[in-house]
């Protein structure tokens, strides 16, 4: 076989990524995606609100009928279903189904235990002591096991969400109806090749739990509020609040102003205005985590969906495939980040913090 040069390489690369691209185009034709970020996507309601004003005056309107009409469209989707005040929508769905997935595995996992793991105790264990090393090497031993039960369950939850979320179940099947949608060609050349004709998904029954809004943002008020239990716990209320409240060298600096120290008590105050201001982003930075998290985990997940609906559309079946190869990376990052922050910020919070005042 003779050798080739690299642009010899490159040049039937392109021609077989152009072959894939027709072959698929023309015989696994896909309809364009439609990307829509809230849940139950597709099933909007609208809402006509008209008026109706009749007004028969023979001599202003020549008995004429006015009519005030205009009609709202709301985008919020209703549930599949509600259980009381709980609305069970596709994303919902998917997350009970990863949480049904951990708790089997885990159940499973260590129903019979044995003093020399094998089997599935074994890959359960795996997973505990490679996290829980891992939190102790940030945290410490003790804090580290402290930390274990809610940062490693949001790890799991994340990352379970993020992988069952690229089966082919998903975003495929649902409730929708008979139409026509543009294909690759047929927005390339129109004239001659013709649309998509056949079944068009509107509502997919399952939908990746993390691309729903609602989901990180739960998740970053669980790493919240988990953080800032620890912190309190651990160092005490006051102590903890210490962080943010720094009024403690202003006041003592107005003490000083009062007793006739103006130098001292000048350069007090000074410097404990900017103790205050760094207490208030202190505090503001606590909330701006929750918002940072969120769409931290939201827009790579959502960015991640965007990418395999329009790889399966631009090149059907063939080149998509590598991507998801992609996203499984993607989803175990995107975990790893949201919990080792999590981490970190909880290491933090637990840290004595001392200050010295002059």
């Not at 409730?175 to 294909?183: A, D, I, K, N, S």
């Not at 998904?201 to 399952?206: G, M, N, P, Y």
Request: hydrophobic share 50%; with cysteine; proline share 5%.
């Amino acid at each position: 076989m003779p050798n080739l040069g690299r642009k010899s390489k490159v040049g039937i690369i392109v021609i077989i990524a152009l072959a894939l691209i027709l072959v698929g185009a023309l015989f696994f034709p896909v309809p364009q995606p439609e990307v829509h970020l809230s849940a139950n996507y597709g099933k909007d309601v609208h809402v006509e609100d008209t008026h109706d004003l009749d007004v028969h005056n023979g001599d202003h309107n020549g008995g004429a009928e006015v009519v005030d009409s205009h009609e709202e469209e709301s985008h919020v989707p209703p549930p599949f279903f509600k259980l009381g005040p709980i609305w069970f929508t596709n994303t919902l769905i998917t997350s009970l189904m990863s949480v049904i997935v951990l708790i089997t595995l885990f159940y499973f996992g260590t129903r019979r235990m044995r003093l020399v793991p094998t089997g599935l105790q074994n890959f359960c264990e795996v997973i505990i002591e490679t996290l829980l090393d891992f939190f102790q090497s940030v945290a410490g031993e003790a804090n580290g096991r402290r930390f274990l039960p809610i940062i490693a369950s949001i790890f799991l939850f994340v990352i379970t969400n993020a992988w069952m979320g690229l089966l082919p179940i998903y975003n495929i099947f649902g409730w929708g109806e008979h139409g026509t949608t543009t294909t690759l060609l047929n927005s390339i050349a129109g004239s001659v090749f013709p649309e998509y004709e056949g079944f068009i998904v509107k509502t997919a029954i399952l939908r990746p739990a993390n691309t729903d809004i609602n989901v990180p943002l739960m998740l970053a008020l669980v790493s919240f509020l988990a953080v800032e239990y620890w912190g309190i716990t651990a160092i005490g209320a006051r102590n903890y609040a210490g962080k943010f409240f720094r009024y403690g060298q202003f006041i003592r600096a107005l003490g000083q102003l009062v007793r006739g120290k103006v130098k001292t008590a000048l350069s007090g105050l000074f410097y404990g205005a900017i103790d205050i201001f760094v207490g208030g982003l202190e505090l503001l930075s606590e909330f701006v985590r929750i918002i940072s998290f969120t769409f931290r985990l939201f827009g790579n997940m959502t960015a991640g969906e965007v990418l395999l609906l329009m790889m399966a559309f631009l090149v059907p079946w063939l080149i998509a495939v590598p991507f998801y190869g992609l996203e499984t990376l993607l989803g175990a990052i995107q975990a790893l980040i949201f919990a080792g922050l999590t981490l970190v910020f909880a290491t933090l919070a637990v840290t004595p913090h001392e200050h010295e005042h002059d």
